[in-house]
Structure formats: C-alpha cells, structure tokens
C-alpha cells in the first residue's frame, strides 16, 4: 500500500506554490521528481568520496570506482541482466539507442530492413532513420489503430528475413499505451531480427526482466526514475555487445594504444568512453533501491487507482476526448478539449499551479496519426493524489470556460 502523505515528505520540490497556487506535478513521464535521499546521494558523494574512477590506485579513487561498480551490480540484479558487463551506463536513453543504432550499421546492407513502430518518441525512430539513409536499409513502421495500440497482425505480416532489427518502446511515452512486447520479441527472433526495447516509460512503473523478456538491447533513463539528469542504461546481450563495434573512442575504453594499432577494453568499457558521469551513476543505484523500498508491485496498483480516477473524472467534462485508450496503460492521459488548443489550456492550467505536458511529445507521428497538432498529457507518479486530479479537472474547466 502507499501512503501518498509520506511518500510526499520524501519530496522537497512537492511541498512549494507555483503561481501561487499549490504544485500539482503531473510532468512525471517527461521527468521524474527526486527524493531527498537521492539529492542526499549526491551531495555526499561530492563531499566525501569525488575521485576519477578506474584508473587511480589511491583510496579515494578506489571508493569512487567501488561505489560505481556496486551500482551497476544493483543494476544488473534489478532488471536480472545475466552478467554486471552486459549493464552500461549511458547519459540516457537517447545516447543508448543511438550507441546501438550506430554499431549496427556494420550489420546491415542495402535491401534490409530495421523495423520501428508509429508508437515511437523521436528518438527511437531519427537515429535509425540516419543509420538507413547511411547503410541503404529501409525503415518499415508498424502501424497503430485508433485505441493507440499496435496492428499486431501488420506487425507479423511486415516481418521477414529482411528484417535485420525491431525496435519498438515498452511503453509509449505519449499515450501510455504498453506494447505486448514479449510476443512481438518472440516472433523478431523467429526470422532473426535482433530487437532493441526502449523502456524509457517502462522502468517508472514496472521491473523489466531482461532475460525472461529476451530481448537483445534494453535501454532506459535515470531521470524518469527518480535518479539524476544525465544518466541511463543500456543493456545487451553480451554476444551482441561483444559483435558491436565501440561507439566513441577516448581514454577508459583501451586496452593498448599505438599509432598503428589500438586494442579495445573488455566489456563494459569497451563502450564507456572518457570520464562518465561518476556521481550521477552511483546515485541512480540509490533512485533504484528508493523505488524498490516503496516496492513495484504497490507503485504500479496505485497508479492504476489514479489513472482510473483520473480518467473517469476528465470524461465528465464535455469536450474532453481522451488519445490512447489501449486496454493495456500506465497512467498517462493524453487529452484535448474540443475547438481549444492545448498549448491555451496548458498556459492557464500553469497559472493555476498545474505542470502538465502540452504539445507533441516528440512523438510527432501520433499526432499525425490523429491529425492534431498536440494534446495536453497529465502522467501521474506514486507521488500524487487523487486531489490532486481534482485541482487538474477544476483548472481544466476554468480554462475551458475561459478559451470557449
Ligand atoms: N523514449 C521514450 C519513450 C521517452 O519517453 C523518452 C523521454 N521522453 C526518450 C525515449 C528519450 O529519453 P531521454 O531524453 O532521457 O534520452
């Protein structure tokens, strides 16, 4: 059970006015809040252990690059990766599809093709458009129906041994919708795809376990799960990752350096490049066992109280439609009121100390698919309350009564 009350104290950034008027953070799906032991983590790690990692044998060196191997462990253990190398850090999801998309091109030919789905942020389809228009591959999109839910027949009939690789979110970060991606995984293997999960949205609601799920690339941010900005994960299949080619060239990721000839480093750090971001790893460890402590299971089935309510409350106000009604979501509502545009609900909504997203949400194919410039999307988190979607639905009225 959650206990929103305490879960809140946790949460300096919560307890604040916005225009005067109490915060009501429901940006959760662009970036999560953080709770004071997170901001704590870090602090102490500036305070008492800064050191480069990896290379030094002095002791504050060594305490760095402990604490950083013992996150990517706990890493590891949380999404049950089969080995701790198979577990790298990333400055987000962002760097973790395009580290794979940009190896990948090794591995394709003109006339193959890299699937993506019409349910992608942006950046899960630009870097693989790059990598087509860079390899001479084709890029097949597999189509969504009206509810925002995949064509899962398409999907199987696009499939063939031309496709090389499937890439396709967990969950789609501008309706919610969550994609039966163990099956769609299960059959990209069928005809020997390779496929890369982007679980930006996932990893806030639910624990992947990579190798039940068996796909070979599993990416995600820190910042949506109550870690800091600037961190991430990528996963993969030590075969795969060990087949890639490395990403960036720099210190740390060596094993010997000449001018004729440079050897690379064992896994992980084959593909960790240069000085990372030392504290922001350590302390997205921290984010996880938070997360853990509260428990997944209970994140997830309050949530599901919240989208419910949510939903149910919004339909009440005439005009509203809601995008993405798939039977299977997190707690995202994408929503428009009818003849308003939502970037002018989204403004007065503000004045009124309401953070929602407006706009397209780097998922400008959905909007397409809607024919809407945007929509307005209220995500909740385990942190919010049941009044406090009655502050949103309040401010949406005002701002209809006020824009019609
Ligand atoms: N994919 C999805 C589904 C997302 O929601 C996001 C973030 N909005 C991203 C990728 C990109 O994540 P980041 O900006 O943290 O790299």
Not at 203 to 209: A, E, G, I, N, R
Not at 287 to 304: M, R
Request: glycine share 8%; proline share 4%.
């Amino acid at each position: 059970m959650i206990d929103s009350q305490k879960i809140r104290a946790d949460f300096p950034i919560l307890n604040q006015t916005v225009n005067g008027k109490p915060l009501v953070y429901f940006d959760n799906a662009a970036t999560s809040q953080k709770p004071q032991v997170v901001i704590d983590a870090e602090a102490n790690y500036y305070k008492e252990i800064n050191a480069n990692i990896h290379r030094g044998v002095h002791t504050l060196s060594q305490l760095a690059t402990d604490a950083y191997e013992a996150s990517r462990y706990k890493i590891q253990q949380h999404i049950n990766a089969k080995f701790s190398h198979e577990v790298l850090f990333t400055s987000g999801t962002t760097h973790g599809i395009n580290l794979v998309a940009n190896g990948f091109g090794s591995f394709l030919k003109p006339g193959d093709e890299v699937m993506v789905s019409a349910l992608e942020h942006h950046s899960n389809i630009v870097p693989w458009q790059m990598l087509c228009e860079k390899t001479g591959a084709k890029l097949v999109v597999i189509p969504m129906n009206e509810n925002g839910e995949l064509i899962l027949s398409e999907f199987e009939r696009l499939l063939s041994e031309k496709t090389k690789m499937v890439t396709v979110n967990h969950i789609s970060n501008a309706l919610g919708t969550i994609n039966p991606i163990q099956w769609m995984i299960e059959k990209a293997h069928e005809v020997g795809a390779a496929v890369l999960i982007d679980g930006a949205q996932a990893v806030p609601h639910l624990k992947p376990d990579v190798q039940d799920l068996d796909c070979d690339f599993y990416v995600f941010s820190g910042h949506k799960i109550c870690g800091p900005t600037g961190t991430g994960i990528l996963y993969g299949k030590e075969a795969w990752l060990n087949k890639l080619p490395p990403y960036q060239g720099g210190g740390e990721m060596i094993a010997t350096v000449s001018f004729e000839k440079t050897t690379y480093a064992e896994l992980p750090h084959k593909f960790e490049a240069g000085t990372p971001n030392i504290a922001g790893g350590i302390v997205l460890g921290t984010a996880i066992d938070y997360l853990n402590e509260i428990g997944f299971d209970n994140i997830a089935a309050y949530e599901h109280e919240l989208l419910e309510y949510g939903t149910k409350k919004l339909l009440e106000i005439e005009g509203l439609k809601i995008y993405g009604t798939a039977s299977q979501k997190t707690s995202v509502i994408s929503f428009n009121l009818d003849g308003i545009h939502p970037y002018d609900v989204g403004t007065i909504i503000d004045k009124l100390g309401i953070a929602v997203r407006t706009g397209h949400h780097c998922a400008q194919p959905i909007m397409d698919f809607y024919q809407i410039p945007g929509t307005l999307r209220a995500s909740f988190a385990f942190y919010n309350t049941k009044e406090e979607i009655d502050a949103l639905v309040e401010a949406v009225k005002k701002a209809q009564m006020m824009l019609s």
